[in-house]
Each structure stands twice: as structure tokens, then as C-alpha cells.
């Protein structure tokens, strides 16, 4: 296929993402995910040797998404280039949360102004801990560092890996991450099960969050954000979450962290930042723009890769 297609098709695929989002009458490549992962789940994460076993499924089902987004995509563009450039674009579309974050994020402080309990629940769709208890500053500061660090996740790093290789790398990080957020957790259920799904993840995610939090300081110009970066970054409990989180405590001059419930046990969380002021609305809209920008420089910056044929994985 044609550099101009890949082009075309990475600029569809986002465009249709801005006008779209997730909508619910779509089926989504994700949903399969999540199925293919609750079926393996519910017959091998039990007894004996689960973290083996919880490695084979995390095997199988990444290498089976790989596999088949390499078939599919390579069928298309024997058929026709330009019907791989289509092919190439939906997968790029369905790859990208970029739109549905910002939207789950407007919703929740829209709840807000309704009622404190109504945003509890809107909250409960987006983030893992329980948010039950959670008074107003609370639901606000995790609804951003959920904007921050699902930048990462659900579109720098998918973004990444189209760069490294291609649709079938993106679909595969897209699995991976989904393990991570059905089977990763560190309870009872899945502390073996989902062991090596946790660690993919953060491997996974370990060079895009990087560059997320970079180019969050970058395109909003903002010095206290790269020295957050340095200072704030590793304090997290994760290896990468800490990283956009303390770009955007930097660009809003605020605190995150703190103490929160994960099913039902108090977690203690490093402080990220030292103004522990209020949330306001501006500080959402400041997240969004944010979240938009540097969405967009990702973007710029892989056409103008593309452009100077410099990413050759994108012809797998």
C-alpha cells in the first residue's frame, strides 16, 4: 500500500473517533476481547497453577488478535489498496477511546451539578476503585487523573504500537490492555491468575506513558508540569500511570493521590503534586484541551514519520 494511504487511513480513523466516539449501536473489537477473556477466565482460574495458566491465555489471545488483524488487513490490500486503507482506518477508529474519555469525563462533572451521588455512579463507569464515599473534591480529582492516564492507554499507546507494528500491533496492545483491566488486579480472584496480564501491561505501557506526559508539558508550554514529571513521576504505585498523572497535576497546579478503596481495601496512594486546592470546572476544560492536544501532536508527528517513510511496520 501507498505511505499516502497509511496517511488517509490514520486521518479517517481519527476523524471518525472526534464525530463518533464508542457509540453503543456499533460492535466493537473490545467487547469480543472482553468475552474471549470472561470465557478462558471462568474455566482455568481455578486450582492449581494459575499464573501459568493465566500466561497461556494472555499468550493465546494476543497472539490470536495479532494474528488475525495481520490476515485480514494483509487479505484487504491483495484485494484492492484502497480497501485496505478502509480496513486500515475502521481498526485505527476502533482503536482510539480518545473521544469517549473526554465524553465520560464531561458526564461525570455534569452529574455533579445534578447531584454528588448521581456522579459517584457516573464515576464507577470509568475508574476501578469504589467510589461510594467519595465527596465532591474527591469525584473530581479522579475523574481527571482518569482523563490523564487513560491518554495513555486508550490513545498514545495504542497510536504507539500502530507506529511499531502496525494494525495487528495495535489491536494486540488493545488485547493486552483489556486483560489488564478484567484479570490485572491484585485481589484474591486474580492476584495469580492475572499476574502476567498486569505485567504486559506496564511493559506495554511503559515507553507511551512517557511520551504521554511529555507531550502533555509540551503542548501546554509548562515548566512546573516537566518538573512534576521528573519528581512525581516514579512516586506512583504503577510504573506508568504516575507519569501522565503528574504532567497534568503540573499543568493544573493541583494534588492528586491519596488514600482509595479497591474492592473493599484502602490503598494508599503517593501525593502527586503540593497544591491541595478545590476542582473547579476549569480544570476539566483545561484536561480536555489538554487530552486534545496532545492527541493531535501524536498524530502529527506519526504523518510526518509516515511522510519520510520512516515507520516501515505500518506495511506489515
Known amino acids: 500500500m501507498e505511505i499516502n494511504l497509511h496517511m488517509i487511513a490514520l486521518l479517517a480513523g481519527f476523524f471518525l473517533d472526534r464525530l463518533l466516539g464508542d457509540p453503543s449501536w456499533l460492535p466493537h473489537p473490545v467487547i469480543w476481547f472482553g468475552r474471549s477473556i470472561s470465557f478462558f477466565e471462568k474455566r482455568l482460574n481455578r486450582k492449581a497453577h494459575l499464573v501459568f495458566k493465566g500466561a497461556l491465555v494472555v499468550f493465546f489471545l494476543v497472539c490470536l488478535v495479532f494474528v488475525l488483524a495481520f490476515v485480514l488487513v494483509t487479505t484487504a490490500c491483495q484485494v484492492s489498496p484502497y480497501l485496505g486503507a478502509v480496513v486500515e482506518a475502521i481498526f485505527i477508529f476502533y482503536g482510539l477511546a480518545g473521544t469517549t474519555l473526554i465524553r465520560e469525563g464531561r458526564a461525570v462533572f455534569k452529574r455533579l451539578e445534578e447531584s454528588l451521588p448521581l456522579a459517584r455512579v457516573q464515576l464507577s463507569r470509568i475508574v476501578g476503585r469504589e467510589t461510594s464515599s467519595l465527596n465532591r473534591n474527591q469525584v473530581c480529582a479522579a475523574t481527571l487523573e482518569t482523563l490523564a492516564e487513560n491518554l495513555s492507554d486508550g490513545v498514545i499507546a495504542p497510536l504507539f504500537w500502530y507506529a511499531i507494528a502496525g494494525i495487528p500491533g495495535m489491536m494486540a496492545y488493545k488485547m493486552v490492555n483489556t486483560l489488564d483491566s478484567m484479570i490485572g488486579y491484585k485481589n484474591e480472584q486474580y492476584l495469580y491468575f492475572g499476574r502476567i496480564a498486569a505485567r504486559l ?30 519528581k512525581f513521576g516514579r512516586a506512583h504505585n504503577s510504573p506508568n500511570a504516575g507519569y501522565p498523572e503528574a504532567a497534568l497535576a503540573g499543568i493544573l497546579n493541583v494534588r492528586f493521590g491519596g488514600c482509595h478503596t479497591y474492592f473493599g481495601k484502602p490503598v494508599e496512594k503517593p501525593w502527586i503534586g503540593y497544591n ?41
Open 201 to 230: 501491561d506496564d511493559i506495554a505501557n511503559f515507553v507511551p506513558a512517557r511520551i504521554t506526559a511529555m507531550l502533555m508539558a509540551l503542548c501546554n508550554g509548562n515548566t512546573r508540569a516537566f518538573h512534576f514529571i521528573f
Open 276 to 316: 491541595n486546592r478545590n476542582f473547579i470546572w476549569k480544570d476539566l476544560s483545561v484536561t480536555v484541551k489538554t487530552n486534545r492536544l496532545t492527541e493531535f501532536c501524536m498524530i502529527l508527528f506519526l504523518l510526518v514519520m509516515m511522510y519520510f517513510n520512516l515507520i516501515p511496520a505500518i506495511d506489515l
